[in-house]
């Protein structure tokens, strides 16, 4: 059986939010996932704060997230710049911060 995948043809990074996190930690192959991927995986601050915060919910995403982000071959962080700051403050009226700064910094 051969598998083909469409992140051959791409040549970006993986912007995760929040919700694509947790459902990776809770396949509890989050790293090995990870490192199979051909390109870099970067979580927002912002999201990466709404998984820690999410932590109180018994969930061991939190733990996850700081394991993946002390290996920054296998995720690293970024943060909004001006732009991406005003597209953030726009979209955070209709979705929720983690949404918005996803979608800011990939545009």
């Keep these: ?3 083909s995948s469409c992140l051959a043809e791409c040549d970006t990074d993986l912007l995760l939010d929040a919700s694509v996190f947790i459902n990776l930690s809770a396949s509890g192959a989050a790293s ?3 490192q199979a991927l051909p390109h870099r995986a970067l ?6 704060s709404e998984v820690r915060v999410d932590s109180k919910t018994g969930r061991s995403d939190s733990d996850t997230l700081q394991e993946l ?3 920054p071959a296998t995720l690293d962080t970024v943060t909004l710049d ?13 979705l929720d911060d983690g949404e918005s700064a996803t979608i800011a910094a990939a545009d």
């Design 32 to 34: 090995a996932i990870l």
């Design 43 to 48: 979580i927002v601050d912002v999201a990466a």
């Design 69 to 71: 982000l002390a290996s």
């Design 1 to 3: 059986m051969s598998y």
């Design 82 to 94: 001006a732009n991406g700051l005003v597209l953030f403050e726009n979209l955070v009226l209709e």
